[in-house]
């Protein structure tokens, strides 16, 4: 262990409230239960403030996620090439899960204009420019996932060899890293709203049982 008690217990309550943020605000997504391109605009309208607060609060809360597991990967050691590699696999999960929230938070809102005298007109100009952002934020949520998940495998495997009172959050890292990475490779995991809670819920799994233990002073 390379940081003190205080530091790690610091770390730990940081893991622990952000990762609660996070999955909070996962569950107050907003989501369009329109059939048709114009009710969908004109809810994308009607939520854009509270979108924004949304995804503004899970990129931050991502980011407390994050100095809260690096504080945790500095205990296990940097000099490890599997806390290493896991160090970095999250910290690009994070930049492309952000990435994602921006694209779906804050820059399709804007697309929309504040007066909408025709909205079918306007839902087949903008028709062009929503894929786009649907498939970007599909591909940085996928990378994100990837690169957040093959994190957890990582420091997991590197809590194995640590001692046997790690092994069970070393099987939790495993369990919660694994599982979305199947789901996704097998097509069961979609990136929608109900397919990032999913992934989101792993990853809250794997951070209380992680901070829990760094606050308690085992890791």
Known sequence: MHTSDNSQRAFGIVLLSAAAVMVIFMA????SHSHDLPGLIDDLAKDAAFNALVHGVLIFALGGVLLGLMG???????????????????????????????????IVPSLIPADRPDPQALGEKLRPLLALCQQANGALSRAGVVAASVALLLWGMSLIH??????????????????????????????????MGGFVLAQG???????????????
């Open 72 to 106: 945790f990967a500095h205990a296990l050691g940097f000099g490890r090439i599997t806390v290493l590699a896991g160090s970095l696999a999250f910290g690009l999960g994070w930049v492309w899960l952000s990435g994602a929230a921006i694209v779906n938070g804050f």
């Open 205 to 219: 799994i794997w951070c209380v049982v992680v901070g829990v233990q760094m606050v308690r002073g085992r890791v």
């Open 28 to 31: 107050m997504h907003p989501t």
């Open 162 to 195: 640590l001692k046997r009172g790690h092994i069970g959050v070393a099987v939790t890292g495993l369990v919660c890293g694994a599982a979305p990475l199947a789901l996704l490779a097998s097509g069961h995991l979609p990136m929608n709203i109900h397919g």
